[in-house]
C-alpha cells in the first residue's frame, strides 16, 4: 500500500519525459505547480482582492490604464463637458499587468467594474489593440457596469458584459 500511494504522489512518473503535464512557457511554476493546482490557483490570485483605482479626469477621449483593469475596479470621477469615450489598454498590457500564473488558453477570467461616479456624462468602454468587447459597453451617470474579461490568448482578451446597476 505504500508503494502504491507514493507512486500516486511522485512528481516525475507520469510520462517518458518525466513531466506530469505540458504547461504553457509563459506560466511560471510555483510550489503549487507541483501537486497539479495549476486551474485553481490561476483563478484565485485575482479573486484573492480587487484593488480600486480611481481616476479623476475632465477630459471626453481617456484610455485606461492596464494595472487599473487588472485591479478590477475602475472608479471614473471628473467633470468632462459631454460623453466620455474610455478605451481599454491593448490586450498585450493587460495580460502583462496580470498574475504571472494567468495561462492564455482562454480559462483565465476574472471580474473588471468600470464606476462611473457622478461625472454628469455617460461613458462608453471602448476596445483597445487586441480587445473586443461584447454586450452592453454604455455606463451611465452615478452607475456601474461588471465585465467578464477572459484572456483568449497571449495577444487577444474580451470583455463581456454582465450587466450593471446605480450607485
Known sequence: MRKLISAFFRLLAASA???????????????????????????????MGCRLTTVSSASQAVTATAAAVAGGILNRTGSPGGAVTETTPTAAQIISA????????GTYQFRFRYINNAMGQTATWTAGTGVTVTGTATIATSAWRDFLVTVDSATACTFTNLGGGTL
Open 98 to 105: 496580470l498574475p504571472r500564473s494567468r495561462v492564455t488558453d
Open 17 to 47: 519525459t518525466g513531466r506530469v503535464a505540458v504547461l504553457d512557457p509563459a506560466v511560471v511554476p510555483d510550489n503549487m505547480a507541483a501537486w497539479g493546482m495549476y486551474g485553481s490557483i490561476a483563478n484565485l490570485n485575482q479573486a
